[in-house]
Each structure stands twice: as structure tokens, then as C-alpha cells.
């Protein structure tokens, strides 16, 4: 898990190309549009292995269609498989299985085609020709750029500066391998460590900087662009600090992992030269398709049940008004995604003016104020304890989902002054829609501490589905019905 404040600018995670992001699929475009040409040649005029048949022998240009489909597909493809995202020190091997991969697949696709449209004038030889010089094209294109890249940080183009935090046995091996492998493109300008003796290891160019304490203060003073983090997960307070200044500065952070503590779903692979480097995920903005498809969600099972959760309302209504005097509803402030504060409606249950006795309460109860809970809250009334134990109090949250605000799973939008308590690391919980229920309400509810809450939603977040949602949605029923951790 890591506790980085999101971004709203583009993704870390890959180091800047030397090439325009578009030159690589406009080449392989290209060289598409040549393997044709060398195919239909071989085919037609060379007519090597089989020949050709009909006297009047096809024209180039009904193939043209296949050349845009069969381009077109392939950008797909690979755009899909990260073939062209720029990652520093992947394996030449890699790309060629991508490239491999998505020749077979989009051939297999251009086949059905003619299969399926029965055009007059069409060789599934040639296709198979022209599968064999896509791979062969597109993989000397790598080749080529992979020598202009290595030229071009020779002479310290495109060329980042490095600073290694922990030169302990996996510090000195980065060091090591970056040093000797100028073609990877990384410069070490120093280091940083709490251990004095590191001071008297000898490197050209590579000198210790300062203590680890020193970070914020060294890294301004030496135009630092990439941070590579070799200390043992022991320290994560420290490399949450360091990844944190990282991600606020728009730097690059890589983390050399100890592989028995990390959840690799969360982490992107590089490679130095055998080293493994992990590019730390930032959580991203909640937007596009994945929102769409909660709140289609949220509004369709919120419509689907309307007829029985609206006459539970009514019926609740009724009863606090029978009870007592008071409002029906309870109105607070809450503060939603990316702090947005809004108005989150309840079943009172509790007797008029609790607020005024809730600090009293906590301080009594010795209760933590980012997340109070009192077992035996002496301001509830008796239909309230009924309807806290059952959670049919949170019933008019669904007027929130249904006004955008909140939706049936999130994490539990909390009160302003709750907010003001927390620590850097706890907002990432107000980076996502807040919910009705949640992963950690299915899992103890008002038992579980707030630090252990808060892993819980950011988990969620990090991990978030329509397969996730749906199945805490079903985990919640038995928990509302024997009353699991509800007070």
C-alpha cells in the first residue's frame, strides 16, 4: 500500500521518450504499408512457393482496406500490450514477443475478414507473407531505435539525473550497474545515508550527499529528476516521506523492493540490468468509464428497490414522529470527495441537540476524534438504538446517491472537524466518491481502529471494480441483518 498524495498531472511511472510519442506508431504504420508492398511483390511478381493460377493475376489496390485494418488493429494492439510506452530498461526479447503476439492476432482477425466479406481478388499466402515481414520490419525498428537511444545518452541526451537514497549492499549494486551501463541513460549524481562509512567509498563521479534526514534540502541544490530508493521496508515511514516530495515535485521515485513485502499488483516492473526497479502507482482521478459504470451502478439498484426503501421511509417517518418531538430527518455536514462538503441526510436518532454533548462524550469515553464511536451513547432514543443496530437510519443516504453526492459502496464520508485531525496519508480516503457502505464496514464496522479503516478504504480505492462493489453490496445484507459491529 502506498500513502502518496495523488496527482492530477500525467503519470510518473514512465520516464519521458527522446522520441515524439507518435513517431513509433507512424513508423510501424509505415513499414505495415511495406510489408504489404514486399509481400504482394513476392507473391505475384516472385511468386515463390505456389503459383499464381488465375491469368488475370489482382491488382495492389483491393488490398488497400487490409493495409488500413490491419495497421489500425495492430496500434490497438500494442497500445493495449504497452509496446509503446517507454519503459527504461526493458528487454529487447519483451518487445518482440508483443510484437509477435500482435501480428498472429490481427493476421487471425484480417483472415476472418476474408472469410467473411469473400472479396474477388485475395491470396491467404500473401497474408502470411506479409505476417512474416510486419515481425521482421517492426523488430528492426526497435533495433534501430534502441541504437539511436544509446547514441544519444552517450552524449548525455535524454540522460536522467539520479539520486540513490540507502547505500547499503543494494545501494552500492544500483550504483554499480548504472555506472557501467551508460546506455541505460542514468547519471548518479550522489547518494544519501545515515551511515558515515559510506563517505569513504570512492566513485568518480558519484559522491554521498548527506544524510537520509537531508533529503528535502539536497534535492533542490542538484536538479534531481529520477529518486531510487534501496532501504529495507523497515524504513516505509521514510520512503512514504521521500515518495510523497517526489510525487508533490513531479519527480520520478523507483523503489528497489524487498519482494516479501510488496503487493506487485500496485507496482510497475522495470529492469536495471537484472535489478528490479518498482515505479510507486499513484492514485489516479476517478473519471471516464469506471465512473460512468458506478454510477450506472448506484442509480439502477438505487431505482430497482425505490418502491421498498420508500416505503420503509415512510414508515420510519411516522414512527419518529410518534415518538417524540424533533425533526424526522438529520441533516450534517460531511465532507465528500476531493473535500467537497455537502449535506448528508439521516433518520434522527438521536434526541434534539446531541451535537452539543458530543465533545463532552469523547473526551469522557477517551475515544478518537478523527473516528468516535460510543457503545452506549447515552443521547440516542429508543427507536434510534433500533434503527442505528439495523442501519436503517442511513436509509435517506440513498437521496445522496441519488443526487450525485454519494454512492451505494465508498468509504464513510467523515465531519469537517474529523478531517481537520487527520494526517497527510488518511485524506487519500476523500480522493473517491463516499458510500453507503463499505469494505471496511463489512468487515467489523464500528470495531475496526481509524488507521486500520483507513487501509481498508484506500485499499478499495487502489482496487476498485463493479465485481467490488457488487460483492461488498452482497457481504453487507448479512451484516445489517445480525447486526455485525452496529452500535
Not at 443496530?389 to 467523515?414: A, C, H, K
Not at 494526517?423 to 480522493?431: G, I, P, S, T, V
Request: aromatic residues 10%; contains cysteine; neutral net charge.
Amino acid at each position: 500500500m502506498q500513502f502518496i498524495t495523488p496527482m492530477t498531472n500525467e503519470s510518473l511511472n514512465e520516464h519521458p521518450p527522446l522520441e515524439p510519442r507518435w513517431l513509433m506508431p507512424f513508423v510501424d504504420a509505415v513499414l505495415v504499408f511495406v510489408a504489404f508492398v514486399m509481400a504482394y511483390v513476392l507473391r505475384y511478381d516472385l511468386q515463390i512457393l505456389r503459383p499464381v493460377l488465375d491469368p488475370s493475376r489482382g491488382s495492389f489496390e483491393p488490398y488497400l482496406p487490409y493495409v488500413v485494418l490491419y495497421a489500425g488493429l495492430l496500434y490497438v494492439n500494442y497500445q493495449a500490450n504497452f509496446l509503446y510506452k517507454h519503459i527504461r530498461g526493458r528487454a529487447l526479447g519483451e518487445e518482440v514477443t508483443i510484437i509477435i503476439n500482435g501480428v498472429a492476432a490481427v493476421t487471425v482477425i484480417t483472415l476472418a475478414m476474408f472469410f467473411l466479406f469473400q472479396p474477388l481478388i485475395t491470396s491467404r499466402l500473401m497474408l502470411v507473407y506479409v505476417a512474416a515481414f510486419t515481425v521482421v520490419l517492426l523488430v528492426m525498428a526497435r533495433v534501430v531505435l534502441r541504437m539511436y537511444q544509446a547514441q544519444l545518452r552517450k552524449r548525455g541526451i535524454g540522460v536522467q539525473r539520479v539520486l540513490v537514497v540507502g547505500m547499503e549492499a543494494t545501494g552500492q549494486a544500483v550504483v554499480g550497474t548504472m555506472i557501467s551501463r551508460a546506455d541505460l541513460g542514468y547519471h548518479v549524481v550522489g547518494f544519501l545515508d545515515d551511515n558515515p562509512q559510506t563517505a569513504d567509498m570512492e566513485f568518480r563521479t558519484v559522491t554521498r550527499l548527506g544524510n537520509i534526514a537531508q533529503f528535502n534540502e539536497v534535492m533542490p541544490l542538484h536538479s534531481i529528476q529520477t529518486v531510487v530508493i534501496t532501504l529495507a521496508w523497515t524504513h516505509y515511514d521514510i520512503i512514504r516521506a521521500i515518495s510523497q516530495y517526489c510525487h508533490e515535485h513531479l519527480i520520478s521515485v523507483r523503489v528497489v523492493p524487498d519482494i516479501f513485502q510488496l503487493n506487485m499488483r500496485q507496482l510497475q516492473v522495470e529492469n536495471l540490468d537484472g535489478i528490479p526497479l518498482l515505479g510507486i502507482v499513484t492514485l489516479q482521478p476517478f473519471q471516464g468509464a469506471p465512473r460512468f459504470f458506478k454510477r450506472a451502478l448506484d442509480l439502477s439498484i438505487t431505482l430497482l428497490i425505490a418502491p421498498v426503501w420508500l416505503l420503509t421511509m415512510g414508515a420510519i417517518a411516522l414512527a419518529i414522529k410518534l415518538e417524540g418531538d424533533g425533526s424526522v430527518f438529520f441533516v450534517q455536514r460531511r465532507v465528500g470527495e476531493n473535500g467537497r462538503e455537502f449535506n448528508m441526510f439521516k433518520f434522527r436518532s438521536m434526541i434534539p441537540d446531541a451535537d452539543a454533548m458530543r465533545r463532552a462524550l469523547i473526551e469522557k469515553h477517551g475515544l478518537d476524534p478523527k473516528h468516535p464511536k460510543i457503545e452506549d451513547d447515552p443521547r440516542i432514543t429508543r427507536l434510534g438504538r433500533f434503527i442505528r443496530r439495523t442501519s436503517l437510519d442511513e436509509l435517506p443516504n440513498l437521496i445522496n446517491v441519488l443526487r450525485g453526492e454519494m454512492s451505494l459502496v465508498g468509504p464513510r464520508p467523515p465531519m469537517p472537524d474529523e478531517v481537520a485531525l487527520y494526517e497527510n496519508w488518511h485524506k487519500q480516503r476523500l480522493q473517491f466518491i463516499p458510500g453507503i457502505t463499505g469494505l471496511w464496514q463489512v468487515s467489523g464496522r464500528s470495531r475496526i481502529p481509524f488507521d486500520e479503516m483507513c487501509l481498508m478504504d484506500i485499499y478499495y480505492i487502489e482496487n476498485w471494480s463493479v465485481k467490488f462493489d457488487l460483492q461488498i453490496l452482497l457481504m453487507t445484507i448479512p451484516r445489517v441483518l445480525f447486526r455485525v459491529g452496529a452500535y
